[in-house]
């Protein structure tokens, strides 16, 4: 395990990794999620295997440190990535970021352009303001102290099933509530206007089963490669792990 601090206290991001060749993959979890969870047995595959993976914990998440005075927006994300990358001596690496990681991802590229040279999205945030639902936006519904001491994470704990649950139990409510607000709230430029201007490799992964991809034709404009995942939901590196993998392999 390594860490490396990302705020004026000393807190740190802590991450594990496998060797192997450059340029290196980092792989970044969702909201309320952790990174080897999520995409360890994707980077076991003979297809991907060989190359230097990072599996990054998030502020708030996992295994890493979850200051009550952070912010948690997606740009203080995006700055904690980055010292774990440097701290790493990671540079122009490809970043695979599901859900919440995909849009700290995007916003990693945009502030830190050297530290990426490609792009792969698994149904990443793009827009502010999402339809509510259990995830970011419902959680975001309640006020911080509602969802924190209030009974809010136990209900949501209790609404998104057992498996995200197993997950989002480990990372700090706090944390998780602050992160989706930043969500909710997104970005200037949003994470949808920084996707579409970037100058490097990008992919967007969309599951078949979670409905047609708004502003699909606005991304394939800009370069944007969108694949749509047969036989998978929002989780498609669980739903049909053979077409993730296809995709992360380019």
Known sequence: MRQAPFDAQGS??????????????????????????????????????????????LPGHGISDRPADFGYTLEDHADALAAALDAAGVSGAELVGHSMGGAVAIVLAHRRGDLVSRLVVTEGNLDPHPPLTAGSSGIAAYEEAAYVSGGGHTRVLAEVGPLWAATMRLADPLALHRTASGLVRGTDPTMRTMLEEAKIDRVYLQGARSGELPGKDSLEASGVRVVEVPDAGHNVMFDNPDAFVAAVHG
Do not use: K, M, Q
């Open 12 to 57: 740190c991001v802590r991450w594990t990794e496998a060797a192997g060749a450059e340029p290196a993959r980092v792989y970044v979890h969702g909201l309320g999620s952790a990174s080897t969870v999520y995409h360890a047995h994707i980077a076991a595959r003979a297809e991907l295997a060989g190359r230097r993976s990072l599996f990054v914990d």
